[in-house]
């Protein structure tokens, strides 16, 4: 809750400045005002109590119906929630209410249809660390609402060693093996492979999950085949719409998506006043 409030707080700060020239130029003080939340297009809802707070947080007596909870499929038309209060707060929070809702409820839609995509394999859509700066705790718990995982959160909560990690340590072996010498056993240890022999090399460093990046669907086949169980698998690297379903066939256990948080677009909704 506490990134929730900075992060309306600081875009609130943002647009607003040292005042809202037009609502205050041309509506009278003590206007009040009803206003209500329509989809204008097909999308899973998310960020709806986060639109709410936008509002409360200018104002704690403007009152906030919601018609639907997050997780919702919308259907273009529908209201998604009704407003009342005093017309400056909701004038002044509008936009980014509508920035925050329309963001959110874009990952959300990209991130369920990544995970009807991979319907009936094993397959589990994950995100990546690829979100907006200042965004990434409601850019992950839109993906959550869309239907899929979350990655590792920040650098501080998982290990994960990647090819530059990997060129300054000295190698895989060098790299798994100083990590699981220093990291807590609560910690696994993921590390980032190109090929089957980075992969050879993972498996007998003792790596817990071992991603896939970039490699043909057939080095993928090959390289599920043969860790066999030894480590969590990943696939990463341009997956899109087009190539997910192929993807989830080699097995793998797991198919990250960077696309679901810097590529989603927003969904259109709009706040009309009644």
Same mark, same amino acid.
């Given at each position: 809750?506490?990134?929730?409030?900075?992060?309306?707080?600081?875009?609130? %700060?943002?647009?607003?400045?040292?005042?809202?020239?037009?609502?205050? $130029?041309? &509506?009278?003080? $003590?206007?009040?005002?009803?206003? +209500?939340?329509?989809?204008?297009?097909?999308?899973?809802?998310?960020?709806?109590?986060?639109?709410?707070?936008?509002?409360?947080? *200018?104002?704690?007596?403007?009152?906030? +119906?919601?018609? =639907?909870?997050?997780?919702?499929?919308? #259907?273009?038309?529908?209201?998604?929630?009704?407003?009342?209060?005093?017309?400056?707060? *909701?004038?002044?929070?509008?936009?980014?209410?509508?920035?925050?809702?329309?963001?959110?409820?874009?990952?959300?839609?990209?991130?369920?249809?990544?995970?009807?995509?991979?319907?009936?394999? %094993?397959? &589990?859509?994950?995100?990546?660390?690829?979100?907006?700066?200042?965004?990434?705790?409601?850019?992950?718990?839109?993906?959550? /609402?869309?239907?899929?995982?979350? =990655?590792?959160?920040? *650098?501080?909560?998982?290990?994960?060693?990647?090819?530059? =990690?990997?060129?300054?340590?000295?190698?895989?072996?060098?790299?798994?093996?100083?990590? %699981?010498?220093?990291?807590?056993?609560?910690? %696994?240890?993921?590390? +980032?492979? #190109?090929?089957?022999?980075?992969?050879?090399?993972?498996?007998?460093?003792?790596?817990?999950?071992? /991603?896939?990046?970039?490699?043909?669907?057939?080095? /993928?086949?090959?390289?599920? +085949?043969?860790?066999?169980?030894?480590?969590?698998?990943?696939?990463?690297?341009?997956?899109?719409?087009?190539?997910?379903?192929?993807?989830?066939?080699?097995?793998?256990?797991?198919?990250?998506?960077?696309?679901?948080? =810097?590529?989603?677009?927003? &969904?259109?909704?709009?706040?009309?006043?009644?």
């Amino acid at each position: 809750m506490f990134e929730i409030e900075r992060i309306i707080h600081t875009a609130l %700060k943002e647009d607003i400045g040292s005042g809202d020239i037009t609502t205050l $130029a041309t &509506v009278p003080a $003590a206007t009040s005002a009803r206003a +209500e939340l329509v989809a204008k297009e097909n999308f899973v809802l998310s960020g709806i109590d986060v639109a709410h707070r936008v509002f409360t947080m *200018l104002d704690v007596d403007v009152a906030f +119906e919601a018609l =639907h909870g997050d997780g919702d499929v919308i #259907e273009s038309g529908e209201v998604l929630a009704w407003i009342k209060g005093d017309a400056h707060p *909701l004038l002044q929070g509008e936009r980014v209410a509508l920035n925050l809702l329309q963001r959110m409820c874009g990952i959300a839609t990209n991130t369920a249809a990544f995970v009807a995509a991979v319907a009936g394999t %094993k397959a &589990v859509i994950v995100d990546t660390r690829k979100t907006m700066p200042g965004l990434r705790s409601i850019d992950k718990y839109s993906v959550r /609402m869309g239907g899929g995982q979350n =990655h590792r959160t920040s *650098l501080y909560d998982g290990v994960l060693i990647k090819e530059n =990690h990997i060129a300054a340590a000295g190698g895989i072996n060098a790299a798994v093996t100083a990590a %699981k010498q220093r990291v807590p056993h609560t910690l %696994k240890v993921e590390v +980032e492979t #190109e090929n089957m022999d980075d992969v050879h090399e993972a498996v007998l460093a003792g790596a817990d999950i071992i /991603m896939l990046d970039n490699m043909t669907l057939a080095t /993928m086949c090959e390289a599920v +085949e043969f860790i066999d169980g030894r480590a969590v698998t990943e696939a990463s690297g341009g997956v899109s719409l087009d190539t997910v379903a192929e993807i989830a066939q080699t097995g793998v256990d797991l198919i990250s998506v960077g696309a679901l948080t =810097h590529s989603s677009r927003a &969904v259109d909704i709009s706040m009309l006043f009644q």
